[in-house]
DNA sequence: GAGCACTGC
């Protein structure tokens, strides 16, 4: 068999080989696929079993430790017996324990030279084919003649078995032989991926990673970008039986969660190509708005956040055999939570299939759809900092194995600037541009800067100086026989544009905005008129540039300047032999920049600008193919090192910063800040030059500066941002002591206080810490506890003014605002795209836009709510015939608006599914618009937004100037963006505290005082009843923890304990009568309602007989049975009248009898 | 008179 796959044919042509080749191995794969199964029909073996039969599959390779370490044990399970001592150990144990935990030897695998991957790619053709060339092996048929014996024997246990045990293991039994040596699922690829696929060095790696998932609860695959790592793993595992029904213990689905929802669509279709299914088959996907999944799907992608929801059902995710965490290195709060809750998952899975397996041997009997198999989990991530997730004993009691994939990724020469210049590194990063594109080889290069601006800014400066330097150059081809000097410009470039670019007033302003916020004039390295024509020149040479040859080692070296030469020249020499390997001889993409020094023409620049807020197809530009003779540039933030990989990128500029959000704990107060991106950032950063072939990244910072002043990576989200919901969700699944949960890098203490304090605020919690309903209900939603909290609000109001007729435009509202608040004001509107060059022209434009854009916002605006006003924007929207036409004349953000349509339409339907009543009523989209809030509606909208956002109120002091409750220190401001700036109310809430210039508020809503005033309540448990008193305390009168004390007017207390009373506060039977009130009971707490006859009547009648709790009650009532009789009916409707009254004082006596009733 | 990196249920 295996001389037959060795056999050369010296005659024939190369392709004629090939297909020769082909056809034999299709021959054998026939041939070799109808004996497995013939095999696998005759041996039916248990899991155990075939667990050796996997590792003696590899011949030829020496078993690893491990394996020495388990054969004996599974033999001696197996009932076969072994010479080597048997080391006894509980399962569970097995499981878990594995090897020492040296950090060396977690490495379970590391590089594959290249050589080794020359030879096997040959034969790796497919699955099949390998085990196929493996089972030819010499000593195949005595190792085959050995497992015979074992499985003989094992036939031969199982039957004594089955004897003794009778019918009720065979489902068992069953399940077991087909878990048999057949753990492999067929796959047929497109001829085209298979090729692919060849040239992936984690091909290599499947038994390894294989190995490890069978032997590990919990794996560690660590590879860079590129290594396919997040399409393969899948598929091993597929191929595997992961997902497949017929293998009982890996039926359940194979979950791979992604940060981000486009990751997850890409890399879906792309596993669902590789695999030749159709996508929503085998292989599906889930994001937010958007799935396409079957009941056959054994491969499911989504974004972490639907796990989440799913552990929040279901925490031992029974649907799932194994979970992959894709980017776990991002450290995304969803995935950090999701790491802690699956440690717990693992764990209770394990517990359970150890019991029901225990179960089983005793001879019990369990339903095969309870029947539960450990879960697997795979971390995989682009570094090799896993610390937080393997040390301590927190998440995993055993740390996990780490596997490294290599990656076939081209070097990538890192270049440091000697010197850093703290303030203007946009004149640092226009220059380097320029100086690249006028003296080095084609290639794209992309440019790291912080924000929108910035982008902008660089972009225009770019295209001015390219289309100059086209000019030049074409002057300087037609008067080329002049043999002119050098005329003093820069390779075609005005010094006077390069000058204005560092100089340019509004450019600076906004660099020294940034954390190195010094003087510029102090910092000495600031002198704008310091780049005359030879700087220019000079700051280019080499002498300005420290050159290391791999970024992965970067860090090392600098950390040693000592050994730097020595360990260049070394690397230098590995550099060069991985490029000579790996790459495609193209002489003229080859050679070093340095060395090419030859002049050169420099063509026309294409600079692109990206970033999240541009719209899609300006984002797609990036990936257009450049023009002959056209080089690409791409101005970017942050996005283009997550999110967007562009092609053909030959150089980075790194200018090293990135723009981040901060927060301040106490006073929620958000900023923006410019700050010196991780280590890991930057080596991130500069792996995109070496996508498509070796690249140049340019720092523009120093070597000192990296490794003295960059963080080793950036800090996980979990520790920068507010934990309400966090804490919320937590709760909800029952941990109650957050600060407990395994966090892989858990938050602040004072993080966790602060979310308590703030659910407790939105009573999600009580006193004590403990979820309420109310904050059950909350978690349920999507949303931030605050949003949820609003929209309950609104509900529970609806529910009290029944038969509300415009319920459901009241509700539309409340979904709309929700949704306004829970995204970006796309009343901000981008000015993308627009040719910049037209200067007159560009400067009406702008007029116009402002005009058109203030002119809408005029037309929606609200004055008593931001919210509203997107709300109201939204439905507008949605009724627009043509939406893009719709926020182009509006001056609306599309991508905003699309979105928030589709949260707004999602929250409808949760919304609708939880208030049955009101389902089938469909709401006419070009109804609300024509039927704009009333007044009341809006108060009652106003009053849910102040329950979401009852600690972030402020109080005016003067003009728009606030005292905010949560801010002492300084005044905050209302925007003038704002709908609310015409009229600014006393009282408001805002969603957002944003300093820029000034602390300014957004997203506010104007408050009436009566709904800050925390009610007046009966307290059952007292029999008494309390209102809530904020004392305050020195000159800016702060306001201490409220408490409650009981109500001193006589009055009021009588109309408080009348309103519990109709409430069914006091009487349950009276609560069950509710439905049949005619008025809210809440118009007694009015003043203003006495007025009315039935609610003053009552007021009075609780007054004068001096009852104001159930004691005083039940004693009237003894005294005198009618006793509020007429006072209550009359708050009855009419027609329930003629019943009996619900509650008279028999029932009262009978109902009340037994005090536990009360309770 | 003024601006806001990037994600997610």
Excluded at 500 to 509: G, I, K, L, Y
Excluded at 565 to 574: E, T
Excluded at 732 to 745: A, D, L, R
Excluded at 1081 to 1087: F, S
Aim: charged share 30%.
């Amino acid at each position: 068999m295996c001389d037959k796959l060795n056999i050369k044919k010296p005659t024939l042509s190369k392709s004629q080989k090939r297909k020769l080749k082909k056809i034999e191995e299709e021959k054998e794969r026939e041939l070799l696929s109808a004996k497995t199964s013939e095999l696998l029909d005759k041996y039916k073996i248990s899991e155990d079993v075939s667990l050796l039969l996997q590792s003696s599959k590899a011949i030829g390779r020496s078993d690893t430790k491990l394996e020495k370490r388990r054969r004996p044990m599974q033999l001696s399970k197996a009932g076969v017996l072994s010479d080597e001592p048997v080391k006894e150990k509980d399962d569970s144990d097995s499981l878990m324990d594995d090897e020492p935990t040296t950090p060396e030897n977690r490495i379970l695998t590391t590089l594959q030279t290249d050589s080794d991957q020359l030879i096997h790619d040959d034969e790796l053709d497919s699955k099949v084919i390998m085990s196929a060339e493996e089972v030819c092996e010499e000593d195949e048929a005595k190792i085959r003649e050995e497992d015979e014996n074992m499985y003989m024997n094992l036939q031969r246990t199982r039957r004594d078995d089955d004897d003794e045990e009778g019918l009720q293991r065979m489902d068992v039994s069953e399940d077991v032989t087909v878990q048999g040596p057949a753990f492999v699922v067929h796959v047929s690829r497109p001829a085209e991926v298979e090729q692919t696929r060849k040239d992936l060095p984690i091909i290599m790696m499947e038994q390894e990673i294989m190995e490890a998932i069978n032997y590990h609860p919990t794996v560690i695959i660590s590879g860079k970008t590129g290594c396919g790592k997040t399409t393969q793993v899948p598929q091993f595992l597929y191929e595997a039986g992961f997902g497949s029904k017929q293998f009982s213990s890996r039926s359940g689905v194979i979950g791979i969660t992604q940060p981000r929802r486009v990751a997850v669509l890409a890399t879906a279709k792309r596993v669902a190509h590789e695999l030749g299914v159709r996508l929503g088959q085998e292989v599906g996907f889930q994001v937010r708005y958007d799935k396409k999944i079957g009941e056959n799907s054994a491969i499911k992608f989504m974004t972490d956040g639907i796990l989440l929801r799913e552990v929040k059902s279901d925490l031992l995710l029974r649907r799932y055999s194994v979970i992959i965490l894709d980017e776990a290195h991002e450290r995304s709060l969803n995935t950090d939570i999701l790491i802690g809750m699956l440690t717990r998952s693992i764990k209770i899975r394990q517990e359970e299939y150890m019991r029901q397996q225990k179960f089983i041997q005793t001879g019990g009997t369990i339903a095969s759809e309870k029947v539960i198999s450990p879960l697997k989990l795979i971390l995989m991530s682009a570094t090799l900092r896993v610390e937080d997730f393997v040390s301590g004993q927190r998440l995993f009691p055993k740390p996990p194995p780490v596997i490294e994939v290599p990656t076939r990724q081209y070097s990538v020469t890192i270049h440091f600037s000697k010197r850093t210049d703290e303030v203007n590194y946009m004149g640092e990063a226009y220059k380097k541009v320029m100086s690249i594109h006028k003296k080095l080889p084609q290639g794209g290069i992309l440019v790291f800067v912080t924000g929108q601006r910035e982008v902008d800014n660089l972009c225009e400066k770019l295209r001015k100086s390219s289309k100059e330097l086209v000019v030049q150059a074409a002057r300087r081809d037609a008067s080329e026989k002049k043999k002119l000097d050098d005329d003093g410009s820069f390779g075609g470039v005005d010094m006077k544009e390069i000058a204005e670019a560092f100089d340019d007033a509004s450019n600076t302003q906004d660099y020294r905005f940034n954390s190195f916020g010094e003087d510029p004039s102090e910092t000495g390295n600031v002198n704008y008129d310091d780049f005359d024509e030879e700087d220019m020149y000079e700051s280019d040479e080499e002498s300005d540039w420290e050159t290391i040859e791999d970024d992965s080692l970067a860090n090392s070296l600098v950390e040693d300047g000592k050994k730097f030469d020595a360990l260049r020249a070394a690397f230098k020499a590995l550099a060069d032999k991985k490029g000579s390997e790996s790459t495609e001889p193209t002489t003229s993409t080859e050679a070093e920049p340095e060395e090419e020094k030859k002049p050169f023409t420099p063509g026309k620049l294409r600079v692109l600008p990206l970033y999240a807020m541009l719209s899609p197809a300006a984002q797609l530009r990036v990936f257009e193919e450049v023009e002959e003779g056209e080089r690409l540039v791409v101005v970017a933030t942050n996005v283009a090192e997550t999110s967007l990989t562009i092609p053909g990128i030959k150089y980075v500029v790194d200018t090293g910063r990135a723009k981040a959000k901060s927060f301040d704990i106490k006073t929620g107060m958000e900023t923006y800040e410019v700050d010196w991106i991780s280590q890991a950032s930057a080596s991130q950063r500069a792996g995109r030059a070496g996508r498509t072939g070796p690249g140049h990244c340019y720092r523009l910072y120093s070597s000192t500066v990296f490794s003295n002043t960059f963080e080793e990576s950036s800090p996980p989200e979990i520790t920068r941002v507010p934990v309400d919901g966090v804490v919320l969700l937590l709760k909800s699944m029952n941990i109650p002591k957050v600060e407990n949960f395994p966090f892989p890098t858990p938050p602040e203490a004072s993080s966790i206080k602060q979310a308590e304090r703030c659910l407790k605020a939105l009573e999600a919690l009580d006193s004590d810490g403990r979820l309420t309903p109310l904050g059950k209900a909350m978690s349920d939603y999507p949303m931030s506890p605050r949003h949820s909290r609003m929209l309950l609000t609104v509900i529970q109001m609806l529910k009290e003014a029944r038969d509300y007729s415009r319920a459901n435009l009241v509700l539309g509202y409340a979904v709309a605002s929700a949704a306004a608040l829970s995204l970006q004001n796309p009343l901000i509107m981008q000015f993308e795209g627009e040719n910049k060059n037209e200067y007159e022209d560009d400067k009406q434009r702008k007029k116009d836009r402002k005009d058109k854009i203030k002119a809408a916002r005029d037309r929606f605006s609200n004055p008593s709510s931001d919210a509203l006003t997107v709300a109201y924007v939204l439905h507008s929207f949605e009724a627009a015939e043509n939406g893009v036409g719709f926020c182009e004349s509006n001056g609306l953000h599309l991508k905003t608006m699309h979105e928030m349509s589709k949260l707004k339409d999602q929250l409808l339907r949760l919304v609708f599914s939880c208030c049955k009543s009101r389902r089938g009523e469909v709401m006419e989209k070009r109804g609300i618009v024509q039927n704009p809030a009333l007044q009341q509606e809006e108060e009652l909208l106003g009053e849910a937004i102040c329950a979401g956002w009852a600690d972030r109120v402020a109080r005016k002091t003067r003009s728009t100037e606030y005292q905010a409750c949560a801010v002492q220190e300084e005044p905050v401001f209302l925007h003038r963006w704002s709908s609310l700036i015409n009229s600014a109310p006393e009282l408001l809430v805002y969603s957002e505290l944003l300093r820029t210039n000034k602390p300014y508020m957004h997203g506010a809503t104007r408050v009436k005082p009566e709904w800050l005033d925390p009610k007046p309540y009966y307290s059952r448990e007292l029999d008494r009843v309390f209102c809530w008193v904020v004392p305050s305390f020195g000159p800016h009168l702060w306001e201490l923890p409220a408490h409650s004390e009981e109500v001193r007017d006589d009055r009021y207390r009588a109309a408080v304990f009348g309103c519990a009373l109709l409430q069914g506060e006091v009487l349950p039977c009276l609560k069950s009568a509710r439905a049949l009130l005619a008025g809210k009971p809440e118009t007694l707490l009015e003043r203003e309602g006495w007025g009315l006859e039935r609610v003053g009547s009552l007021v009075t009648a609780l007054e004068k007989k001096k009852i104001d709790s159930l004691e005083s009650l039940r004693k009237r009532w003894e005294q005198n049975s009618n006793l509020l009789y007429p006072e209550i009916e009359a708050w009855f409707q009419k027609k329930s009248r003629h019943h009996e009254i619900p509650c008279d004082n028999k029932s009262f006596e009978s109902l009340h009898s037994t005090p536990s009733t009360l309770v």
